[in-house]
């Protein structure tokens, strides 16, 4: 009977053939996933060196079937065993080798799930604990499947998100990760995140959040403020200010644009991060005419048209690709 004794077994190297035949017929079931997602999540939290130790036992596969190999040249009589017991011992030891590091590799599929949106696309998610999250366009958040609410409420984010965090009756840190080392730590609040690339932004609406930057195994904590703003970059601050409507900062989620004095060359980054599109001027400029307003679009071409008018400019796409020109 296959149980997780079993599996335990198999990872540590401890199994018998006869079990990890059981393992291969078991595994064949599709019924059986998300309980062998369980035990693996289990025993990958008891033993952090397991990426280590797969590579270590499949190394030594490799060298003992090297030398089997060799062997195999000098004398043929070496693989006459009883219903070739050998070989259907080195397909076990293959298969296992394989199958742990596989699973090793896809980790972050079994640990995690991944919400995700595509350009042009808003999407919003409701948390385990009913705190809610909005997910701007070419984002993904990062979720445990197990024990979120063990502890630590801990996400991960790449892109943009506005989050309405619900407070629990026992204190549990709400903490997110973003790029550049930057993790903003909640009890209850509302804030959005911004970190693409290099770049970080963190606009409080309401309540109260602890920031931390690491830079050079250094870490530094700052208390950011109803209303403030705070930008940085490879791990260093480049800018804290206070700002009138932070609200304006999460118009995305209704398909609306603000700029209030905005470059089109900052412009035109947001369009490629938000819709996909590379955008470019015909001279350096045009790049750096500036607008303001509200613009409600729900596609690039929406955006781009009203621009356009605008500034009295002529734009052309091919594909993805947007030129702008006098």
Not at 130 to 153: C, D, H, W
Request: glycine content about 4%; overall charge negative.
């Amino acid at each position: 009977m296959v149980n997780k004794k079993i599996f335990f077994d198999a990872w540590y190297g401890l199994s018998t053939p006869l079990q990890r035949q059981l393992i291969e017929e078991w595994l064949t079931e599709e019924k059986h996933a998300e309980l062998y997602y369980q035990w693996l999540d289990e025993w990958e939290r008891e033993n952090l060196q397991t990426s280590k130790n797969v590579n270590n036992s499949y190394e030594k596969f490799l060298i003992t079937r090297s030398a089997v190999e060799d062997r195999s040249h000098q004398k043929k009589s070496i693989f006459n065993f009883p219903n070739n017991f050998f070989f259907k011992l080195v397909a076990a030891t293959i298969i296992v080798a394989i199958l742990s590091t596989s699973l090793y590799l896809s980790r972050n599929f079994i640990q995690y799930e991944t919400y995700t949106t595509a350009y042009g696309e808003v999407k919003k998610i409701v948390l385990p604990d009913n705190s809610e999250v909005y997910l701007n366009a070419n984002t993904s958040l990062k979720i445990p499947r197990f024990g979120f609410m063990q502890g630590t409420r801990r996400l991960y984010l790449q892109g943009e998100a506005e989050f309405s965090v619900v407070h629990t009756a026992v204190h549990t840190p709400f903490i997110v990760h973003g790029n550049n080392n930057l993790k903003v730590k909640v009890l209850g609040t509302k804030f959005l995140l911004y970190t693409r690339g290099d770049n970080s932004k963190v606009v409080l609406n309401e309540g109260s959040i602890e920031l931390s930057i690491t830079d050079n195994n250094r870490e530094s904590k700052i208390m950011l403020k109803p209303g403030e703003v705070l930008i940085a970059n490879s791990n260093k601050i480049v800018e804290r200010v206070k700002v009138g409507n932070t609200e304006k900062m999460s118009s995305w989620k209704n398909n609306e644009f603000d700029f209030d004095n905005t470059s089109l060359k900052k412009i035109g980054v947001m369009v490629q991060e938000h819709f996909g599109y590379e955008v470019s001027f015909e001279t350096d400029d045009l790049a750096q005419k500036t607008i303001s307003g509200s613009f409600t679009a729900e596609s690039a071409i929406e955006l781009l048209d009203a621009i356009a008018q605008l500034l009295d400019m002529n734009y052309k796409c091919v594909d993805n690709k947007v030129y702008f020109s006098e």
